[in-house]
């Protein structure tokens, strides 16, 4: 199970719009228990694909790596990484497997019509040949 702070909901919405039609991506810091996580900061991060950046992210991994330094910073960890679809559902895409790795979670928006639609959450298994669905609490309940 995974839950959203409202002020990083806020902010991962707020990023997602603003980035519409293109999509946005960021980390997500918080804390781990052994039966959840809690989402309390989200960091907005540059999506740096070179091509169209309406179906595709790509992070650079030093803002990967400087996202992971400022969680601990923050006494947090990095639980996992934001993107938003445009205009599209917020499944998990064979793309989106093949660019993800298996201990964080990732939370995709979608966004239609540059305004937040709904959003799921996904766990890559170890292979990265499939994504489970994770149970997502939003900051409504
Ligand atoms: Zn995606």
Redesign the pocket.
Known sequence: MIQIEPDPWRVMLAHARASYPG?CCGAMLGRVTDASKLVTDALPLENVFPGPRR???QLRSEDLLEAEREARRRGLKLIGIY???PD?EA???P??LQNSCPWYSFL?LSIRGGEFGHARCWRPDDGQTRAEEEELIGPEG
């Open positions: 999509e179906e595709r992210y993107h938003s679809h599209r499944y998990f895409s793309v989106d995709v």
